[in-house]
């Protein structure tokens, strides 16, 4: 089919002839303008971004200048997009691109160390570029069918300026948060009258509770099977009251500890874990 013959099937078949028209601009030899200043300072400010963030998260210490210097050498691969190479000439220039700026921005001591740092600027790069994606197929695109038209303003200008930083701070914050909860998190086995009973525990910096009369420290769990036999005595923010605990063997990490387990009537409000350790209890299984 000729091509202007299948431009005209084509707008005839869609909704509004504006729209078909948008979809195919530059598709069949149309010019772009392309500000290459601005194209610069675009790809500068993520690539600092991501190196800053990658710094963050991996407790490099970085200088801001080898940062910035790093982010510099980045953003000036863009002008590769312009050289007559092939996409495979191209990946392998943008690896060795990324290499580069992990280099100047963090320095060399290792494998290791490398390896660390090229998978997690990587990694926080497709988190930020799927976000932007995502907000931009959202907002600034309009769809028929399975084709996207574009359709107002671009917000990627305004994504980079203002939504980017927030979205690298709220992934750093939980990517702290995580791994505060997985390093602290044990496997705690209970043999209770013949019976074994595994959970997920937590070491919980603010669960100091002992028996005043054994002295003893108390982990909490959450089971609705078990019941405790004996009552012990404890103040928390609600005031004091009694909580139900009972007698058993207790390991954490195959480590036998010497404590009595108290019943929890609420749910433990962290992801996957249904008991709490005794602080106190830190310094034998750590």
């Not at 982010?71 to 050289?83: E, N, P, Q, R």
């Not at 574009?150 to 939504?163: D, M, R, T």
């Not at 044990?186 to 013949?194: P, Q, S």
């Not at 005031?239 to 404590?259: E, H, P, T, W």
Request: a positive charge; aromatic letters at 18%.
């Amino acid at each position: 089919m000729h091509k202007r013959d299948f431009l005209s099937f084509l707008v005839k078949n869609f909704k509004t002839t504006r729209l078909a028209w948008r979809f195919f601009y530059n598709v069949f030899g149309d010019y772009m303008k392309i500000y290459l200043d601005l194209l610069f300072l675009l790809n500068f400010g993520f690539d600092f971004l991501l190196l800053m963030t990658t710094s963050i998260v991996l407790k490099r210490k970085a200088k801001l200048s080898r940062i910035i210097l790093g982010s510099v050498v980045g953003a000036l691969s863009i002008f590769f997009l312009f050289l007559p190479l092939n996409s495979v000439s191209l990946f392998f220039l943008k690896f060795g691109v990324s290499i580069l700026m992990l280099i100047i921005s963090f320095g060399y001591h290792d494998l290791r160390y490398m390896f660390f740092n090229f998978i997690y600027l990587y990694f926080i790069s497709i988190i930020l570029g799927g976000f932007l994606y995502y907000l931009n197929v959202s907002f600034a695109y309009k769809q028929i069918g399975l084709v996207f038209f574009h359709e107002g303003f671009s917000i990627n200008y305004v994504l980079l300026i203002l939504l980017s930083p927030f979205v690298l701070y709220f992934y750093i914050k939980q990517n702290k948060k995580q791994r505060n909860i997985y390093n602290n998190i044990y496997d705690v086995c209970i043999i209770f009258r013949g019976c074994e009973y595994n959970y997920k525990g937590f070491l919980d910096s603010g669960n100091n509770l002992v028996d005043p009369y054994t002295h003893k420290p108390i982990i909490i769990i959450y089971d609705k099977s078990l019941s405790g036999n004996i009552l012990v005595p404890i103040s928390g923010i609600d005031g004091s009251r009694m909580m139900r605990c009972f007698k058993a063997k207790v390991f954490i990490n195959d480590i036998k500890v010497n404590c009595l387990v108290g019943l929890s009537s609420q749910k433990i409000n962290i992801d996957g874990v249904n008991c709490l350790i005794n602080n106190r209890l830190g310094e034998y299984i750590c």
